[in-house]
């Protein structure tokens, strides 16, 4: 099942039973996308240590071939961070950060979700919200609401992959 940030942040105020049935699912459906995401920082860190670590042996081999007449520490991390090799893995590196921080932001946002159901329900016992009321048919509309989610799974907080150039 997809992620709809947008619809899924949103809360019901007159199906806050209905609300807090899917609270638990959503919280661990947010929670995975998070760890996958912060899976993805450590591949991509990975990726990039190696990609160093490849690029510094060779600049060790073939200095002449990076134009350095004199091999020193900082010589080498000058030209490494100039390599294309280089730049792109640390493209990715970000790239793939800033999506896991986006993704602890989403998880932080269903647990303040829980938060503001927990004082509509206080607000609720407190007749805050009293009026004339039709009873309610909640495993209909628990049905409706699941529906309706797998319905809007278009939009993505998963990372879109770029088309290659």
Request: no cysteine.
């Amino acid at each position: 099942m997809e992620l709809d940030y947008e619809q899924d942040i949103r809360i019901d105020p007159e199906a806050l039973d209905v609300e807090w049935l899917g609270q638990a699912d959503l919280m661990r459906r947010y929670t995975r996308h998070a760890a996958e995401m912060k899976r993805e920082v450590d591949e991509a860190k990975e990726r990039l240590e190696v990609g160093k670590a490849t690029i510094e042996m060779d600049i060790r081999a073939n200095p002449d071939k990076y134009g350095l007449s004199k091999v020193t520490e900082s010589a080498i991390q000058s030209v490494m961070v100039l390599q294309d090799e280089y730049r792109q893995l640390m493209k990715e590196y970000i790239d793939a950060k800033y999506e896991a921080d986006i993704a602890i932001g989403a998880v932080r946002a269903v647990d303040q979700r829980k938060s503001a159901l927990e004082e509509l329900v206080r607000l609720l016992g407190s007749s805050y919200f009293a009026g004339p009321r039709i009873p309610r048919d909640l495993a209909t509309e628990w049905i409706q609401e699941r529906q309706r989610k797998e319905e809007n799974a278009k939009v993505k907080i998963r990372k879109h992959k770029k088309k290659e150039e």
